[in-house]
């Protein structure tokens, strides 16, 4: 199992955007992020193949862009456009077989 570190979270106003990175320990393959808001379950936002092919949940579809870095095995998650409903602690983790999750990193969109 790598470990997994999130960064780049903070506070942001409707309409903003935000860069989110996974750095992993080790080599990683296919990836993805998560999050889970207050009260609820986590769920899947993107995922990115080995071969860089992506998935969007569809509430995130044309706003958030996933993609990777092999060489320095890190994920990134883009985040344009961002709405209050996009508050969340943000997860990243591995796949098909899920790492020890991180900690996350905390986005809020408020105004």
């Known amino acids: 199992q790598v470990q997994l570190v999130e960064s780049g979270g903070g506070l942001v106003h409707p309409g903003g955007s935000l860069r989110l990175s996974c750095a992993a320990s080790?080599?990683?393959?296919?990836m993805a992020w998560y999050r889970q808001a207050p009260g609820k379950q986590r769920e899947l936002v993107a995922r990115?193949?080995?071969?860089?092919?992506?998935m969007y949940a569809d509430s995130v579809v044309g706003r958030f862009t996933i993609s990777r870095d092999n060489a320095k095995n890190t994920v990134y998650l883009q985040m344009n456009s961002l709405k209050p409903e996009d508050t969340a602690v943000y997860y990243c983790?591995?796949?098909?077989?899920?790492?020890?999750w991180g900690q996350g990193t905390q986005v809020t969109v408020s105004s």
């Open positions: 983790n591995t796949l098909p077989r899920e790492s020890n």
């Open positions: 080790g080599r990683i393959y296919a």
């Open positions: 990115i193949s080995a071969a860089s092919i992506t």
